[in-house]
């Protein structure tokens, strides 16, 4: 069966500059979460999207942004990096907001981000 | 805000024993879930909990949503060497129902053969 998609698997950047995080759902799903895990932490929410619209926002700094497409995939920007966004970030996503219901869901293999 | 208070932080146990962790909250929630990380890769959902009392079981996994719907434990029973990972506690937070989950700390579990 077809699982999340992420790109790149691996990143790796220098303070300041640009990252932009790719996230494929699995097909049919119109809920996309975002995740980031810090070095030995649990993963902590960034912020989500149904049916292309922004739904929930966590903790995400105001440097990153995020959208989600017409074919419902995600994109992370990610601007003026810093040494300390250097973590695995994970999307997840649901079907016909099943996560909202507590469903759970299902999350992508992640895209770790190093910030040298 | 919401805390989720997972323990043990770390196991390390020998092929074939049982293993428990549990999640506690100062808050309800109205789900449980428990995912299973391996190293690089995402959380993967092994058991989610809908009613209090309720106790599912997966295969050797079993787990039970409190009645107090403030905690929750995962057992594992006779542990084999693919067990190891980082188990999470997890459930939707916040207002809206957006499906945001909140994560416990993580019980790392070693497996020795």
């Known amino acids: 069966a077809a699982g999340v998609i992420q790109s790149p698997r691996h990143l790796i950047k220098e303070k300041r500059e640009t990252a932009t995080l790719k996230c494929y759902p699995i097909?049919?799903?119109?809920?996309v979460y975002w995740y980031q895990q810090g070095p030995g932490q649990d993963p902590q929410f960034l912020i989500s999207?149904?049916?292309?619209?922004?739904?929930d926002k966590g903790s995400i700094p105001d440097r990153f942004s995020a959208q989600q497409f017409s074919d419902y995939h995600s994109e992370l920007n990610m601007s003026s990096l810093e040494l300390g966004d250097s973590a695995l970030y994970f999307c997840?996503?649901?079907?016909?907001?099943?996560?909202?219901?507590?469903?759970?869901?299902?999350f992508g293999s992640g895209t770790r981000l190093t910030v040298v | 805000g919401q805390q989720l208070n997972q323990s043990p932080q770390s196991m390390f146990i020998q092929e074939g024993e049982d293993v428990s962790m549990n999640c506690t909250s100062s808050?309800?929630?109205?789900?449980w879930l428990w995912y299973k990380q391996d190293p690089g890769e995402g959380p993967v959902l092994l058991i989610a909990?809908?009613?209090?009392?309720e106790l599912t079981s997966n295969g050797r996994l079993t787990a039970q949503f409190g009645i107090t719907r403030k905690d929750s434990f995962l057992n594992i029973s006779a542990s084999i060497p693919s067990d190891v990972g980082i188990y999470f506690c997890?459930?939707?937070?916040?207002?809206?129902?957006?499906?945001?989950?909140?994560f416990g700390q993580g019980t790392t579990l070693q497996v020795k053969p």
């Open positions: 997840a996503s649901s079907l016909n907001g099943a996560g909202a219901r507590g469903y759970g869901y299902t």
């Open positions: 097909p049919r799903h119109d809920t």
């Open positions: 999207f149904y049916e292309k619209m922004q739904s």
């Open positions: 808050s309800i929630f109205n789900t």
């Open positions: 909990l809908y009613k209090a009392g």
């Open positions: 997890a459930g939707p937070y916040g207002s809206g129902n957006t499906g945001k989950l909140i």
